[in-house]
């Protein structure tokens, strides 16, 4: 990238960078240093019209969480119950992030963590009984 002049970035975070859960130390550890190496390599590598970001992923609708994704089941229901969009995400859901900071649009954008979560970290969230 510094041959050509430039490029782009773009690592895979997590609402793990952010803040803990119960029973996932070690991912969180590693998102939380994904967190701090993105936002390192950003100011190491500017200069070399580098830019350096991540997309921190929410809870989202895949094989792996499909087992919990069922009504009823304590951890969905806290999923939709948490997250202002009341959803779990869809895979299509990152496409736009993964399009902007691979575009000449977030050329000025470096260090950024960009979090598409349906808004879970932007509140502690609302009791399952509000609607």
């Known amino acids: 990238m510094i041959e050509r002049g ?8 997590s609402m793990m ?6 029973s996932v130390s070690a991912y969180a550890a590693a998102k939380g240093g994904l967190k701090m190496l ?3 390599m950003a100011t190491e590598w500017a200069k070399f019209n580098i830019q350096t970001n991540g997309i921190g992923p929410g809870y ?3 094989s792996q969480t499909a087992p ?17 969009a009341a959803r779990w995400g869809e895979p299509d859901d990152l496409a736009g992030a993964a399009i902007f900071l ?20 932007a509140t502690i969230g609302k009791p399952s009984n509000e609607n």
Do not use: M, Q, W
Not at 17 to 22: K, M, N, T, V
Not at 104 to 118: C, E, P, Q, R, T
């Open 6 to 13: 430039g490029g782009k970035i773009i690592n895979i975070c």
């Open 17 to 22: 960078s952010e803040l803990g859960r119960d």
């Open 38 to 40: 993105t936002k390192n």
């Open 60 to 62: 989202f609708a895949t």
């Open 68 to 84: 919990i994704r069922v009504d009823g089941h304590p951890f969905n229901d806290f999923i939709i119950s948490r997250t202002p």
């Open 102 to 121: 691979a575009s000449k649009a977030s050329d000025f954008v470096n260090g950024h963590i960009l979090y598409v979560d349906g808004g879970i970290l």
